[in-house]
């Protein structure tokens, strides 16, 4: 006999509806990018006008997931990242600000890149 078919059909609503939960609130979807670009100014002297950085040091932003860039920013803000140059930059925005910013970064044309291809080179 199939166990599945043995599920209560309301214990299986529960199931689905505590699997929606997501542990991390700042599941970037509903960011709005037009509103992360006002935010975006003062993190373009070290991340590039277009989110992809010149310098190594700083790394580039745009194209990356937006999930990724939303919790790197709240790991920042909360202290579970430490970086003193962050810090600074992300200690005021709110978890709508955060959802932003990953949007709009997230949307720019990106230059990262992985190393497929590039092993074998000599
Ligand atoms: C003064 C330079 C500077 C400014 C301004 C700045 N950052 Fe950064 N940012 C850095 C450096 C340096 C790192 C790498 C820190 C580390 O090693 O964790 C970084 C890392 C990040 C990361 C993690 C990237 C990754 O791949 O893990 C994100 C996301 C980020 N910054 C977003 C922002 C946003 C959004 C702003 C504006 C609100 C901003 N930064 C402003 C210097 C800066």
Redesign the pocket.
Request: proline share 9%; hydrophobic share 55%.
């Given at each position: 006999m199939n166990r599945i078919s043995t599920i209560k059909p309301v214990a299986f609503i529960a199931l689905l509806a505590l699997a929606s939960v997501s542990p991390l609130s700042l599941a970037a979807g509903s960011g709005n990018a037009e509103a992360g670009k006002a935010?975006?100014q003062?993190?373009q002297?070290?991340?590039g006008a277009d989110g992809n950085s010149t310098a190594p040091?700083?790394?580039r932003?745009a194209g990356?997931y937006p999930d990724y860039?939303a919790r790197?920013?709240q790991e920042y803000r909360d202290g579970e990242?430490v970086?003193p140059?962050?810090a600074v930059?992300?200690e005021k925005l709110s978890d709508q600000d955060i959802r932003d910013?990953a949007a709009y970064?997230s949307a720019m044309p990106g230059r990262l890149s992985d190393l497929h291809g590039q092993m074998d080179a000599k």
């Open positions: 935010l975006a003062p993190c002297a070290c991340h040091i700083y790394p932003l990356q860039l790197a920013l990242r970086n140059i962050m930059y992300v910013l970064f």
